[in-house]
């Protein structure tokens, strides 16, 4: 312990952050401590102690004032380290021709059915090196740092074959560990992403294959923590995506769902019944799966950047307060509809387009986004006790932070 790296931040302007560690949702959606004249001491990466009005959080007894290492926030904005809940981080090759299809009128939809889309990047994936997927993964995540994020969830779904999805996911285990990189990863199998060609017109047989096969070596390797799924019209079915939660949920994994993301396909009443911890995209979901939602818990994870990258409509955040769901808001960073991995720029379309405060915003992108992937214990908040660093912002407060569109205003990230 006295070896542990002890740092002390003071002349917080503004500590901003959420307390507790479980989702907050409805009235609380937006409840922010907000302190002034703060500090914050962390050891060894652990918040050890917060003050406020000017004073200085007493040193544990083993830490020397010597060995105190002391950062001036300059009266700055801080914040827990963001959380990106849901990305496809790791793929090769990008899909800059669809954009000239989709702005011909071509849909999302369509140009997968066409055998492009995600099946384009699956054939990309299965033909890269380990390697290189993770050289490219390593910058991609260096971006998002960038912005102020420490905790990234990481899905495969460019694989979907054993091999591929494995190599993906071995990535997400190098990326955790790569010194240096200071950014957690949580990695998600998303095996039923897309139907692959070899399966064509036999869907069912390929979910037969997730589940007997894909499912239970990657969690006999500890590949993965969470399993998500595609429910959607073209991709998997209400009853597909059960079959392939349900055997998940048996080995132990979190399950989650890409939800109602072109049309209400059953994927948010899905999640609700079975008690999912996350639902994701929900563009199209109506107030019964929404009330489901609320009762079972589930964290609702907007992705506002693919609803702007696909010129879609953007999801009812204000419903979903309203009636209680928790919300969290994330990236969806992917070759296909969110070539963008910056969460900064999401905050402001939850400010401009989902129309939440800036209080309810940052709840989106640090606690309640951090409870969705299953580390409300240790991220989303600056508290003792808890890992998941400070960020200084060059802002003086939320507002600002929210409003400057398309500013990378992250200055550093303390962990
Ligand atoms: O969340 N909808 C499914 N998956 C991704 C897109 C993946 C892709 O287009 O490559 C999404 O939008
Ligand atoms: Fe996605």
Not at 77 to 92: K, M, R, S
Not at 285 to 307: I, K, W
Not at 315 to 334: C, K, L, Q, S
């Amino acid at each position: 312990m006295a070896s542990a790296r002890t740092v002390l931040v003071r002349n917080i302007g503004l500590l901003a952050t959420p307390e507790g560690g479980a989702p907050l949702r409805g009235a609380a959606q937006g409840a922010v401590r907000r302190r002034r004249d703060a500090s914050v001491l962390l050891v060894g990466g652990v918040v050890a102690g917060v003050a406020e009005g000017g004073e200085i959080p007493r040193h544990p007894p083993d830490v020397a004032a010597s060995g105190v290492e002391e950062i001036d926030a300059g009266g700055r904005l801080a914040t827990p380290g963001l959380v990106d809940a849901h990305t496809h981080l790791v793929f090769a090759g990008f899909r800059q021709h669809e954009v000239p299809l989709r702005l011909r009128g071509a849909s999302y939809g369509e140009i997968l059915a066409a055998g492009g889309g995600i099946l384009s990047t699956v054939a990309a994936t299965r033909a890269a090196s380990e390697d290189a997927l993770f050289e490219r993964a390593v910058g991609f995540v260096r971006e998002m740092a960038g912005h102020g994020v420490v905790l990234v969830e990481a899905k495969s779904g460019y694989g979907l074959d054993a091999a591929t999805e494995e190599k993906q996911l071995r990535v997400v285990r190098r990326l955790a560990s790569e010194p240096g990189l200071g950014v957690g990863l949580v990695p998600t199998f998303l095996g039923a992403h897309a139907v692959p060609p070899e399966y064509a017109g036999r869907a069912d047989a390929y979910v037969d294959l997730v589940c007997r096969e894909m499912l239970p070596r990657i969690a006999a390797a500890g590949l993965a923590e969470a399993c998500d799924v595609f429910c959607e019209r073209g991709a998997f079915t209400p009853a597909q995506s059960r079959r392939v939660l349900a055997a998940a949920a048996a080995l132990g994994l979190r399950t989650k769902v890409h939800a109602d993301e072109l049309e209400e396909s059953g994927g948010s009443a899905l999640a609700a019944e079975i008690g999912a911890a996350s639902a994701e995209h929900l563009v199209a979901t109506g107030d019964a799966a929404l009330d489901g939602m609320a009762r079972a818990g589930t964290v609702a994870v907007l992705l506002p950047g693919t609803s702007l990258y696909l010129d879609r409509p953007f999801a009812r955040a204000r419903e979903m307060v309203a009636r209680g769901v928790p919300v969290a808001i994330a990236t969806d960073f992917n070759p296909g509809s969110c070539p963008s991995p910056d969460l900064e720029l999401c905050m402001t379309l939850g400010y401009v387009k989902y129309r939440l405060s800036p209080e309810e915003i940052l709840v989106a992108v640090t606690l309640n986004a951090a409870c969705a992937l299953g580390r409300g214990a240790t991220h989303g908040s600056v508290e003792p006790g808890k890992s998941g660093g400070v960020v200084l912002w060059d802002a003086e407060d939320l507002e600002t932070l929210a409003y400057r569109m398309g500013s990378r205003l992250a200055l550093r990230t303390i962990r």
